[in-house]
């Protein structure tokens, strides 16, 4: 009997460390099943030793007793361009993203299918305008949808909800890759390029490792292997600027070793420092941008200290590090999320058992899906800019409304400042009579003096004074 079969999609492609560790965690979790690993592209020049190998999509062939489709891993959903021979290739797809692409692909793979959609923890790390649409059809259509943290879920537009969090699977790796002999090693991974940018500060760092935990062997670890830099050149630089001891070849076992027999980690890896933290050694992370929520959205979903540092703080980075080292601090991730994050493992497995598999799928309708993708792209397109549309109409309609209300009260205003104006210049008119009148200059003198006794406080005194200017304003006005 042919055993069950899966569609595993990420970037798998990408040549780094986290995205690789996914296939070798779902071969690991889901031992029952043969398992296909997608990605958008197919490099498979990545030079990792022990990693597994991937598809792309147009390699996929005819597909038979499939039971699930699991979109997992990584920053699946991010704003990487797509590539330019792919865009030429594809002329309606020419502006979209290789994700949306690879998303919709797997959505609809599912629903051809009619298997379950499977969201195994993978992160959002950008908000882009057509998320709320994507997602949402994502979300619809699987049977199983978990972000890796909050962050991932504001920018995929969907409600902060506990049932749509579960951390990153790279939490489960001490599961397959069972921890090594403790050493007395510090490990670090960093990129070329945040090295060429901090230099200076880098090697006062290292310095200070070394002069803080004399006996500490600095380990450095290569995350990534980078299509355009020549590795070996890269380690010559490394061993010639930096105190380190040891360099570890780019082997994904050899990678989780490293840092699962160390004291500590420092680096701008996040899945670095998620593997660390499987292990419960503690992880520093120094973000390489402000924008780049990642980090602090792991501590979060773990419930751990958070040890992520800005790129302002390096120097703080490496002191954290070194106390945390001395004190003998051990991250300790509670036994309710372990459990949590194991039993996804659990739940997909029985959707995956529960299903009675496929019929064949021939390559015919795989060429289908993959225009349907394109033509899913461009609706959904088209639907962002109608609301964005029916959005902006909303506005101006409301922009107007506003306008003539506030028209309206202007002229209320105006109406009222020329009243007050008119009233003022009758008052002024009828002061000017007063003050030209015989009485007022008449009786002047006698104001005067009344005016200057009540400063003496004479009023008693000059009651009869007041009576006879009474009588000669009475005596005027009958005049």
């Known amino acids: 009997m042919a055993m069950n079969k899966v569609i595993h999609f990420g970037h798998f492609n990408h040549s780094s460390y986290g995205d690789l ?15 296909e690993h997608i990605s958008f592209e197919n490099f498979n020049n990545h ?21 699930a489709i699991i979109i ?28 949306v692409y690879l998303l919709c692909y797997a959505t609809k793979l599912s629903k051809e299918l009619n298997v379950p959609l499977i969201v195994n923890s993978p992160g959002c790390n950008a908000q882009l305008e ?19 943290d909050k962050a991932s879920l504001i920018n995929a537009c969907l409600p902060l909800k506990n049932e749509y969090l579960m951390p990153d ?32 500060e880098l090697k006062l760092c290292f310095k200070l490792l070394k002069n803080e935990l004399d006996s500490q062997k600095l380990i450095f670890i290569h995350t990534r292997s980078w299509e355009n830099i020549d590795i070996s050149s890269m380690n010559i630089f490394l061993m010639e600027t930096f105190p380190i001891d040891q360099i570890v070849e780019l082997d994904v076992l050899k990678v989780t070793n490293a840092i699962s027999s160390s004291s500590g980690y420092i680096g701008t890896s996040l899945h670095g420092a ?36 800005p790129l302002q703080k390096i120097t703080k980075a490496f002191e954290c590090l070194i106390a945390k080292i001395k004190s003998g601090y051990s991250p300790s991730v509670s036994t309710e999320i372990q459990t949590q994050s194991l039993s996804r493992w659990h739940i ?38 109608a609301q964005k549309n029916h959005s902006l109409s909303n506005k101006i309609t409301r922009l107007n409304d506003e306008n003539i209300y506030l028209l309206k009260k202007l002229h209320l205003v105006q109406n009222k400042q020329l009243h007050t104006q008119s009233s003022l210049e009758i008052s002024n008119n009828e002061l000017e009579k007063i003050l030209g ?41 009958n005049a």
């Open 21 to 35: 560790l996914f296939p070798i965690l779902a071969e690991g979790f889901l031992s029952d099943c043969t398992i």
């Open 274 to 309: 998620i593997v660390a933290t499987s292990y419960n050694k503690p992880s520093v992370t120094i973000r390489p941008n402000r924008n780049n929520t990642k980090y602090v959205g792991f501590y979060e979903a773990v419930e751990i200290e958070n040890l992520a540092f």
């Open 437 to 477: 009148s015989r009485s007022w200059k008449f009786t002047a003198p006698l104001r005067k003096a009344a005016a200057l006794l009540k400063r003496f406080r004479s009023w008693k005194i000059t009651a009869p004074l007041r009576e006879a200017v009474a009588l000669v304003k009475r005596y005027v006005r």
């Open 169 to 200: 699977s790279a939490l489960d790796i001490n599961k397959i890759i069972p921890p090594t002999q403790v050493n007395d090693t510090v490990v670090i991974s960093f990129t070329l390029e945040f090295i060429k940018k901090n230099i200076n």
């Open 72 to 99: 997992g891993g990584g920053d699946i959903f991010n704003a990487t361009p797509l590539p330019l021979t792919i865009q030429n290739e594809i002329k309606s797809f020419s502006s979209s993203r290789a994700h």
């Open 130 to 148: 057509e998320n709320n649409l994507i997602f949402n059809t994502i979300l619809q259509q699987s049977s199983y949808f978990k972000l890796r």
């Open 47 to 67: 030079n990792w030793s022990n990693s597994v190998n991937t598809k792309c999509i147009e390699e996929l062939g005819e597909l038979e007793n499939v039971r």
């Open 348 to 385: 997909i497995n029985d959707l995956i058992a529960n299903h009675p598999g496929t019929k064949i799928l021939h390559k015919a309708s795989l060429t289908r899906i993959s225009n349907q993708c394109c033509d899913f792209f461009e609706v959904k397109r088209n639907e962002i800019f």
